[in-house]
Nanobody, 116 residues
Framework: QVQLVESGGGLVQPGGSLRLSCSAS????????MDWYRQAPGKERELVAL???????KYHDSVKGRFTISRDNVKNTVWLQMNSLKPNDTAVYSC??????????WGKGTPVSVSS
């Protein structure tokens, strides 16, 4: 059974930084895209950052220049470095993996709260 486990969320002051981590375990093969979504209270889930198996990246406009996504293809791990955090970044951040076989896996999410 494939599991995605996220870590690194928490409470941080505006302007601070957090680094999220997501590791995939179990029989997962041929990972294509790894990405981070977030959902704030009362809002729809949105794609924050995506990284392909060839290291191409895509970011939501609101996080460009502040967030950096990276991955380890051998360990099936993806990170999200979040700098200059703003209160609007407060949300539950979830890891998602899509494979070349068309399989999709989701983590349970890790909460991020940006507040003074």
């Amino acid at each position: 059974q494939v599991q995605l486990v996220e870590s690194g969320g928490g409470l941080v002051q505006p302007g601070g930084s957090l680094r999220l981590s997501c590791s995939a375990s179990g029989p997962i093969h041929s990972v294509q895209n790894m990405d981070w979504y977030r959902q704030a209270p009362g809002k729809e889930r949105e794609l924050v950052a995506l990284i392909t198996n060839t290291a191409m990246t895509k970011y939501h406009d609101s996080v460009k220049g502040r967030f950096t996504i990276s991955r380890d293809n051998v360990k099936n791990t993806v990170w999200l470095q979040m700098n200059s955090l703003k209160p609007n970044d407060t949300a539950v951040y979830s890891c998602h993996v899509h494979t070349f076989y068309g399989m999709d896996y989701w983590g349970k999410g890790t909460p991020v709260s940006v507040s003074s």
